[in-house]
């Protein structure tokens, strides 16, 4: 199991959290998916067969791309 975390800046609202967590907690293999409109970052945490390239193209498809991993 992985975890990653992106900085998206396109959050800015409740809904922007809430496509979120849904889009990406739809994909196969996502364990938990936390966004946070404040920081702008996404946690996700993730098995196989998501892997980040998936989880990127996901959330540049759905118009939140992410600008970074955040290594913590």
Do not use: R, W
Request: aromatic share 4%; charged share 20%; hydrophobic share 35%.
């Amino acid at each position: 199991m992985t975890t990653v975390t992106y900085n998206v800046p396109a959050i800015h609202c409740g809904h922007c959290i809430h496509t979120i967590e849904t889009e990406v907690g739809e994909l196969q293999g996502i364990q938990s998916v936390k966004a946070d409109e404040t920081t702008k970052k996404v946690e996700i945490t993730f098995d196989t067969p998501a892997s980040e390239q998936t989880i990127k193209a996901l959330l540049a498809e759905i118009n939140y791309p992410a600008e970074g991993l955040i290594t913590l």
